[in-house]
């Protein structure tokens, strides 16, 4: 029932639309420099949930509670960057993010390839049911070589890689997830450097809780194990917020600063707070 989508067929020159589920359903269509533009260069590679970056949202066992995700620092096996939370009686409505694709070294010691994703998102920490994200994934190689691929997923359903939308590492991307309800979201992913942008209108997905707003680069899992993280440029969350169910802008401030630990206890990635719209997230090797 499922197969590989590699290309799309199109609805129109500037917009397509796909039916990935009985449910989540979305319509693409591409922009530059804000204007629409024929987008039969765009198609989405699916990749099945749990195969590949899988995006295992959640801190290590025990780490994963209130009391700690309200914490000014956390520890996670996989995530490095912010998690800012909804008030009891409020919600994430959007998440905004400009930020740069992962620019990547070997480190020294771990065999190659290696990675690092950066991504923002909605839900995933508190609310360990469901992630609506959208970010780049940059590998490096053993000679030093990289390349970086855009994609979007609402976990748990697939992912999809955004070929056409082309990215380099360095590159300033920036994304905004905008939800109009708890199961349906305007996503638009851009390429700054370039002017390119892709937008979505997601419909059907799974049932958001609309919790916690992230910003994160993560060690992500692939087939189920982790993959080897590289080294990394200081990469920079600037210019990024969220706002509120009830009208609030909600930045950084007050939010939990997740560190990424390895299995033998060793921080690999840190955040460092600047203010309320930027902070940086440096490589530790
Ligand atoms: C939350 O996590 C901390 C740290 O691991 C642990 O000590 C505490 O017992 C946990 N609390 C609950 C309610 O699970
Ligand atoms: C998700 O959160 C619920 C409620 O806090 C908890 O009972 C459940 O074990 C969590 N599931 C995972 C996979 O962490
Ligand atoms: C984010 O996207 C929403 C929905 O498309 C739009 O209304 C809003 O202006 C965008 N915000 C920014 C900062 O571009």
Avoid at 3 to 16: D, E, K, P, Q, Y
Avoid at 173 to 182: E, F, G, P, Q, R
Avoid at 240 to 258: C, E, I, P, R
Avoid at 259 to 273: I, Q
Wanted: charged share 20%; proline share 4%; net charge negative.
């Amino acid at each position: 029932m499922w197969s590989i989508v590699r290309s799309l067929s199109l609805a129109s020159l500037i917009s397509s639309a796909c039916t990935v589920t009985a449910q989540l359903s979305f319509v693409a269509s591409v922009k530059q420099h804000g204007k629409d533009v024929d987008a039969s260069g765009l198609s989405f590679v699916r990749i099945p949930p749990l195969e590949h970056r899988w995006h295992a949202s959640r801190p290590r066992r025990g780490q994963n509670n209130r009391t700690v995700e309200r914490d000014a620092v956390s520890y996670s096996a996989n995530w490095c960057g912010a998690s800012q939370h909804a008030s009891d009686s409020d919600g994430i409505k959007s998440v905004l993010g400009y930020f740069t694709a992962p620019d990547l070294t070997l480190r020294p010691g771990t065999p190659a390839p290696q990675f690092a994703a950066a991504w923002v998102g909605i839900d995933g920490a508190a609310c360990n049911t469901t992630l609506l994200q959208a970010g780049v994934t940059t590998i490096v190689n053993s000679d030093g070589g990289q390349s970086a691929s855009a994609w979007w997923e609402w976990y748990p359903e697939a992912s999809y890689t955004i070929s056409g939308l082309k990215v380099k590492a360095g590159e300033w991307m920036s994304v905004n997830i905008t939800t109009k309800d708890a199961s349906s979201a305007i996503l638009v992913i851009e390429n700054a450097d370039t002017g390119t942008s892709v937008t979505l209108e997601l419909n059907n997905g799974p049932q958001l809780c609309r919790r916690d707003a992230e910003w994160i680069l993560e060690d992500f899992y692939e087939s189920g194990k982790q993959v080897a993280l590289a080294n990394f440029a200081d990469l920079w969350f600037v210019d990024s917020g969220a706002t509120t169910v009830g009208g609030k802008n909600v930045g950084f401030d007050g939010a939990t600063m997740v560190h990424l630990r390895d299995e033998n206890g060793n921080v690999l990635c840190s955040p460092e707070p600047y203010d309320n719209s930027n902070f940086v997230v440096v490589s530790k090797p």
